[in-house]
């Protein structure tokens, strides 16, 4: 909700550096994202879809 709120009422575009973020991640820093995520007992949901063929 807080991205919403910057964007819309703030006109905060906070997401426009996601793809560079997400493609600066290593596996190693992954792995340490997901432990501290595990280790603060948050609830991780896995949602897995295959792959759209014939694109």
Same mark, same amino acid.
């Given at each position: 909700m807080n991205t919403l709120i910057a964007y819309y009422k703030d006109g905060?575009? &906070? *997401? !426009? #550096?996601y793809m =560079? &973020? @997400? #493609?600066?991640? *290593? !596996?190693?820093? +992954?792995? !340490? @994202?997901?432990? =501290? +995520?595990?280790e603060q007992k948050n609830i991780i949901e896995v949602v897995m879809s295959p792959k759209n063929e014939g694109k």
């Open positions: 905060d575009d &906070i *997401t !426009q #550096d =560079r &973020i @997400v #493609d600066g991640m *290593t !596996q190693e820093k +992954l792995r !340490q @994202v997901l432990n =501290r +995520l595990v």
